[in-house]
Structure formats: structure tokens, C-alpha cells
């Protein structure tokens, strides 16, 4: 067997027996990367200078008997994670040439833990889009159709996962942004409940909605890696001090739990036939293994979008303030003042979208409007929180599809920015209640992948992972890397 | 200026005593530390880091809070005030906007109650520094964030100030208080306490405020009180001529002794203040917050009142000592140590606050001791205190050292005046003439014989053998 095909637990099985070594488990990747990467285009930068020091420190642990289930494990990283001497731009040209002076706290435990980097992947700029395709670099291929996207905004990492060229990596997820892009590339991706992993390192979009997790080909995988990063951080006041307690009913099965079934997130404009059937069918599995289905009804989800749009923009707005041109990337020289400096500076460095979200949220911010826009919105944001919550008194999770789409045509939606923003219509109301969501592969329609999400309570990333493992045995299901060409 | 009345309201920030930064672990920088050598990624506002909130800085905003008797809410949070500028390395300030840690509060001055609108935490920005004169015109600017993220708080007075001579009290006021509590060091020269007056003038018995100008950039007391009395007058003499004051910030030119225009208010800029998302809402537990009123030490108003009654000082004296909890503190320790109360005030004020070192509160009453009974002259017991000080020993060991005790015995004396007399005829012979003056070089004389001589039996002998 392609060892870029395998999952960690797999892989960690051969390293442990020492039937192969971390370093060349790594040329394996650099390989696979060298073959499929001209097409995919997942990577922006590759560290292999870095992943060989981790590759030798992994060796001399697995030597040592000292090495752990991620020891040797390569890892893709989405190109929003500070990694201490890793050029790191948000996927925007505003930052090219910025090398992070510190390595965020989600990275370093997994470098703790023995993984080894392998690059830094591509994403929409600033995490904002849900198709790569806001890049200010180049756009990522979908793995399972070169001519379509990979989701976003965390497309290179999903597709890196998806061609075998990592056997895990990292996204961000602000709107559904890791979870839309497991769905189009068929791999498993999971958001975590909102506190439950640091977000120091990571550059933010939105600070109230933003979580970090895994890409992976197995849910066992997902909770290893989840689990490795999740706990309190001293350096992250939103993260929460709880137990790390991902994964204590992963194997339990789904006989006897209640699985809501949202009217709302079936009945969602633009859902293809294809994906429903898909969806269907995994609910289906789903209830051979004894969950019983349930409907249930999340009456504002009409109203997440609007909401959304209006609380992401308006924290990105102040958070993006920072890239000025004084202290760190793109700088214009030849202004003659400190406003031209400024706005000749942003106006070059950030693209289109970004640009168009900075100018919405901070006319949501402005005086005389915030009442109206932003205040607004957080009151929709709550009203959606006690959706959920009363969802929750009559189900364990909530399942439903990841994306209303399978992957769609490059350029087929650039020029209509709210077509793109309707991608994040299913995934986008579990960032604003603070949920743990998982996507896992549940067939294909049209030759493409079709997700199926897995929403849970606040803190119980272990009934959604629970789930998508139930899912995972009673198909047989299997993460297919792509093999194009 | 008699038909005007002066309105004054003051914004007075102040940097609370912690050894780290607001929002990161970064210590304070001591004065003139080289630029950006107390910075970390947080402070600085690189990509991806977060605040974490200064406990030690919380405590000491609650307790100046308290102090001022203002309100604590139970819930307080944290906002980003957003606007660009290079000094500001996050592009926001994270501020408190509309929870903060304190409302509704006053500071009572002589003759005059002063309310408190609130008391919030905040972040210092960075330092500019230009090559040349402004930033517009300047050809290169540095910036330096070592004060970047240094918790400030902000004390915002209604405007109940009605001359500079109050406003230059009230933040001497504000001062004793901060110190006294330990919320601050409060050094204007420092730049620990930044006071930031709003000024208006009116028709006396008018209702309405006159148009406001802020001044900025005053370093100390003495400059609070030059500014606010040329603003005054700027304004009066703009408004007698038929003007119209703007409303703006001005800043206060040292050099030139007057203020200048800095930026026009009129058109109000949108800081777009909104929730810090970073930081979750604080709920302040009652519990801590009794703990801290309970361990407010006697606040300064109350201890000067409680001086002048209980140790019949002058209210002047009394200001003075209080002015400082540790000079306080060291004169009634001295008191209880025996010392005469009015003495142990004058050795304080006189010869303990202008110098750098502090005796112990035993050593003073010591040194006071000795210089009322007359068992040592003032002069010696001033060379007594300094040494007591330095080699910190009890002063009669110095005394006994020195042979500094007075000799006040005549007849061991006398025989002194004697000889003093015998050298200096012409100073004899014009006493006993009549010239009471010439005692003078006698008294000079026989101090340079017998140092240790008490001067007033001296006089006595010498006035006796003269006679």
C-alpha cells in the first residue's frame, strides 16, 4: 500500500514497527507533492528544511521508544497559522515576505506531539471565501476535478489531503470554511467547538467566530489530532479550561441516540438532487445502526446569512487594521503622507473581497448605523444560539448536508459574490451558536464528493465525532486519495 | 475677566502601578529605555496574537475606583476603539466604552466637590519620534513601542472645575490619592499622570457650556495651571472681540508658554467602537471587590482632618504630610515614639520630605528627642539625622560618638566665659558701654570654644560677668 494513501493511525503502526522511518515517510510526500502538485496547486510554500529536522527528531524518537501516535506524521498547514521563521501571508500579498516571529499554540502542540510540516497551504485571502479563488496567489484544483474548486476557504489544505500529498492538515474555520472544503475534496474535516482550541497564531478574520482544526482521512484521526491541539491556553482568553474529553465516546455507536433532521437545511435553496440523495443515504446507514431520526426545526436559519454578513465583516474590519504598511509586508514607499501611505498600501495589498468586507463591516461599525447593522445582528446571532438550543432538547446532533453543492466550476461564481456566500448557507449557523461540527464523505454525486455534517451541542465534540465514526463503520467508508490524471 | 465663568472638566490618565503590560506579559520599561527593547509580539500587533488581561491592573483601577467612591458594576468589558495611526500597532485601542469599571464617583477638594463620571482601563499607545518637526512634515519618522500596551486608566471628572488654581488641586488631589492607595506612582514628570483639561467660559449664571477646547501635552502641575489661565484668556479676549471659540484639541507649548491648535473636533471622528471579541466580558465578584474597599488605607481628606485634630497641626502642616502616606505614616509612628508632635511635623517638612532618604520612624522620634530637651543643638541634630540615616544606627550612639551632648552646667562653663572675655577686650568694653550688640561676637566665640556649650546659659554667664 502508497503510504500517502494511508491514515495516521496506519502510518503510525508502520513507524512504530520501524518498517519505515519518518524521514522517509517525508521524501514520500515531497515526492507525491513533486508529482500531483503542478495540478492541485495546494501548496503556496513548501518547509522542507524544517520537516527534515522534525523527520530526524522523529526518528531519534521512534529509536528511543519515545514517540507518540503523531510522531513522524506530515502535515499540511493553511497559510493563516503563524509558524515561528515560516514566511506566513493569510493567502494575501499584503503580508508576502512576512515571516512569523512565534509559532501559535494549535502548531506548536502538534510539533510537541512529533508531526512533521510539510508547507504551508493555499486558502482565500484572509480566510474569506468558500473556493480558494480569493487567493492572492493562485487558485487550488479540486483533486477529484481539476477544473473545479476545492471549497475554501481552506481549499489547499483539504486538497492536500484529498491528492496524498499530507496525511493530515489544518484549517480555520469562521463560517464553514474547513467543513464546505472536506465536503467538495471528500476528506473528514471538523470545526470544534469555539474555545475549545487556542487561537493564538492564528490571523484572525473573525475573532468571535474563527476555530482551528483537522483535515483528516479517518475520524479516529480527527479526534487524535483535535485532542493533541484542543485545551486552555493561557494565551488565549476564549479558550476554555475544560476537560479534553474529544474522544470518549468515539466508539460507542449511534444505537439509541436522537439525530435531528433540520426542515430548514433540507429544504435550503440550490441543493442539488445528487447531494440529498447522498444525504439521505447516510442517514439511512445511520439508522440500520439503531439512531433513531428525528425533525426538528431551526426557524432563523433565513436570517444566519444576513447576520453573519454583517458580524464577520465588522470584526474583520478592525482586525485587518493592523496591516498598514508600517511595521510588517507590503509597504508603499512613495506616498508623501501617512493617509496616502495607508490607503495606497491596503488598496494594493488586499484584493477584491477582502476589501469589499473591510468596507462593510466598517460601515456596520459606523456611528449612527451600529445599531442598526451590528447590534442587530448579534441579537439574530442569539436568536439562533437558542435554535440550536432548543433543537438540542430533542436531539443529540444534528445531521444534515455540508454543502447544498458538489464542487462547482472555477470561475463559475466569482463574479456573483452572494451565489459564493450561499456555499456557507449549512455551515454557517454552527459558527454563530459556537457548535462542533464534523464533515465526513458520504458518496458521490456527479463524480464528485458529498459531505455529510454532523453538528453537536457546545463541548461535545465527542457526540459529533461519535456519529461521524458510527457513519464511517456502518458504510465502510473510506477516504479515497484522488489519483488524477 | 470678571464677567466670565470659567467651566473645567478633566480627563486625567494615569498609569497604574504593575510590573507587566496591559494585554501581555512584557515588563514595563523604566524611563529612557532604547526604543522597542520592551516589546513582544503582542504588543507589537503582529498577525494572530490575542490580549490577556492584567489582573494586578484590574485590582488597581477597582481600588483608585473605589477610593473616588464611584460605583462598580457587576459586569464590565472590554472595546476596541478603532482609528489608524503608526503609533497604534493593532490599528484599534482596546478601551472600555459604554460598561466601564466605574461610574458615578467625586473627589472632594476644599470648598468644592468635584464628580466622578467614570474610571475605565485602557492601553497606552506607542511613541512617535520624527526627524523634523511633525509628522506631515516630517522626512523620516521612528516609532517606539516599548509604551505600547502599558495599562492606563482614565479618570473623567464632570465639569465641576471653575478656575486653574482648582484644576492644578484637583489633580495634585488625585495624585495623593493614588499614591496613598498604591494605585499609582502619579508622576507627572513621568508621565505616570497625563491630565487632559476641557475648558469653557460662559456669562456667570448661564446654563449652558460654552464651546470646549482639550489641552494636551502638559508635564506638570505648574504647567496645568499656566495653561488652563492662557486658554482662559485666549478665549475671553477671542470671544470680547467678537469671535467664536472652535471646539478642538490644543496642545500646550513649554517653550512658548501658550497653546496651539492641534486637531478640530468639528467634525467628530467614528472610533466604531464595538465589543473586543478577544477578551470575554469581566463579571466582577463582589466578594474581591469588599476585600478591596475593606483594605483601603485612611484616605488622604480624611487623615489631613483627623491630624489637625488629633495632633493640633495646621491645616498647611497637615496637607503636607499627607500629601504622602509615607511621610504621614513616619510622623505618627514618631509621635507615638515620643516625639513632640509639632516638632516631629517641622523635622518632616523641614529637613525629611525635601531630601531623598527616609529615616525610621524610631531614629526621628529620637533625633526630635534630643533637639527639643536641648540635649543636642539643631545643627547636630541635623548632622545626627543625615548620619542615623546613612549608617542606619540609633542616633544617641552617634551622639555619644561625636560628643554632640550639650553642656549646659554654668559652673563647668564658666570658666570658659572667662577666657572669652580675656580675648576680647574691645568686645567686653563696648558691652559693658552699653552696646548690647557686641555680645554677638562674644557668644560666636566661646560657640567656637566649647561647641558643645549651651548657647543660652552662655549668654547668661557672659551677661553675668559682664555686668
Known sequence: MDPTKLTIGELGRLLQDRELSAQELLVMHLDRIEDADGEVKAYLRLTEELAGEQARAADRALKDGEAGPLTGIPMAVKDVLCVRGVETTAGSQILRGFKAPY??????????????????????????????????????????????????SSGGSAAAVAAGEAVFSLGTDTGGSIRQPAALCGVIGMKPTYGRVSRYGLIAFASSLDQIGPFTRSVEDCALVLETMAGHDPLDATSANRANDVRRSLTSGVDGMRLGVPKEYFDVEGMEPGVKVAVNNALRVLESAGAKLVDVSLPHTDYGLAAYYIIAPAECSSNLARFDGVKYGMSDQDAQNITDAYSHTRRNGFGTEVRRRVMLGTYALSSGYYDAYYVKAQKV?????????????QCDAIVSATSPTVAFPIGSKTQDPLSMYL?????????????????????????????LQVLAPQWREDTALRVAHAYEGGSDMRVEVALLG | MAEWEVVIGMEVHVQPSTRSKMFCGCAVAPLNSPPNTYVCEICEGMPGVLPVINKAAVEACLKAALALECEIPTHTKFDRKNYMYPDLPKGYQISQYDLPMSRNGRLDLEGRRVRIRRVHLEEDTGKLIHAGDKLHKAWESFVDLNRAGVPLMEIVSEPDLRSADEAREYAMELRTLLRTIGASEADMEKGQLRAEPNISIRRPGSEELGVKTELKNINSFRALHRAIAYEVNRQAELLESGGTVVQETRGWSETEQRTFSQRSKEFAEDYRYFPEPDLPPLELDREWIEKLRAALPELPRARR?????????????????????????????????GADAKQAANWIIGE??????????????????????????????????????RSNRAPHQIVAERGYEQVSDAAALEPIAREVIAANPKAAADYRSGKTGAIGPLIADFKKRAPQADRKVAMELLQKLLA
Not at chain 1, 499554540?105 to 508531526?115: D, I
Not at chain 1, 446571532?381 to 432538547?393: C, G, M, V
Not at chain 1, 455551515?427 to 458529498?450: D, F, K, Q, R, Y
Open chain 1, 103 to 152: 509559532t501559535g499554540t494549535a502548531v506548536r502542540r502538534l510539533f510537541e506531539a512529533g508531526v512533521v510540516m510539510l508547507g504551508v497551504t493555499n486558502c482565500d485571502e484572509f480566510a474569506m471565501g468558500s473556493s480558494t479563488e480569493n487567493s492572492g496567489y493562485f487558485t487550488t484544483h479540486n483533486p477529484w476535478g481539476l477544473d473545479r474548486v476545492p471549497g475554501g
Open chain 1, 381 to 393: 446571532r442569539t436568536l439562533i444560539k437558542r435554535d440550536f438550543d432548543e433543537a438540542f432538547t
Open chain 1, 423 to 451: 456555499c456557507d448557507v449549512l455551515t454557517l449557523g454552527g459558527n454563530l451558536a459556537g457548535l462542533p461540527g464534523v464533515s465526513i464523505p458520504c458518496g458521490m454525486s456527479e463524480g464528485l464528493p458529498v459531505g
Open chain 2, 305 to 337: 482632618a483627623r491630624m489637625v485634630a488629633e495632633y493640633a497641626l495646621t491645616p498647611s502642616d497637615a496637607a503636607q504630610l499627607a500629601a504622602e502616606r509615607e511621610l504621614a505614616d513616619l510622623f505618627e509612628s514618631a509621635v507615638i515614639g
Open chain 2, 352 to 389: 525629611v520630605a525635601p531630601g531623598g532618604a527616609r529615616p525610621s520612624a524610631d531614629q526621628l522620634a529620637e533625633v526630635v528627642k534630643l533637639a527639643t530637651s536641648g540635649k543636642i543643638t539643631r545643627d547636630q541634630a541635623r548632622e545626627v539625622l543625615a548620619e542615623s540615616i
